[in-house]
């Protein structure tokens, strides 16, 4: 039986201090592997979106909704974690991110806000609209990747 | 600025048909890499919640209900990831959670069950229910790692 709750969003409803913090991983390795991880679940159901949206696979609306959903709820998680100092070494992560912690913060909001609407698309449906948006929440991970990560 | 929106469970509302397939990882590895993902961001939030049940840490009740939240939502993520075939050997997962499928999934029911009384504990601010779920919580990860995870 393939069996599954849903998880939802609570849209753009700011419940303020809450999140991690620097101090919440215990080492440098912690939080470039949490980050990692984090980023490997999101880069999973997104690209399930992509398939769907290239035409490769089937459009099934429930599970887009439900991997955009995914995608959407795990892009507020990553972000503090990669603002941890001496973790730029031991990954793609430039040093450029510590050091405009503020720009990066601004870009990392921007991914959150666009796969925010890539479910808002997927829950309402519509394909176009869901192709439009999954390419406004891939190119922000771009444009993020461009400035902050190393090839 | 510390800044975090809300994720939220769906409590008990089934949406059904939604989730993962064995069809949706491209191969065994992939499988192997985004359960362990998983399992990495659900540990380290769920750590993050037994530090302040043992007295670690002050006990901040948002904190606690937006990590609960994440466990639970994130709990019901990986399961059919372990039901790859050919995903035994290069992991800790024992081939008997392939070859029992049934018994498997229903040990996974269980941690997800588990993780949503946690979610509402917490969400509800009361420390002994906290404390209580979350050993209900860790009881039936503990449960499953004895049965299908390799020391």
Redesign the interface.
Known sequence: ??????????G????????L?NA?FARPA?AI??R???M??IG?HFG?IGAVVKGEKPFDP??V??HAD?VA??S??PW?AFLVPGTAEKSQMKEDALRKKEDF?AAA?ET?QQA?KLARAAAGGNLGEIRSHFGGTAGSCKACHDVYRSR
Chains 1, 2 share one sequence.
Request: proline share 0%; charged share 25%; net charge neutral.
């Open positions: 039986m393939r069996k599954f709750f849903g998880l939802a969003i609570v753009a409803i700011m419940v303020g201090m809450v999140g913090t919440d912690d592997a949490y990692q991880a984090v490997r679940v999973h399930l429930k599970d909704a439900h995914i709820a795990l507020q998680l503090e913060r909001g959150e925010a």
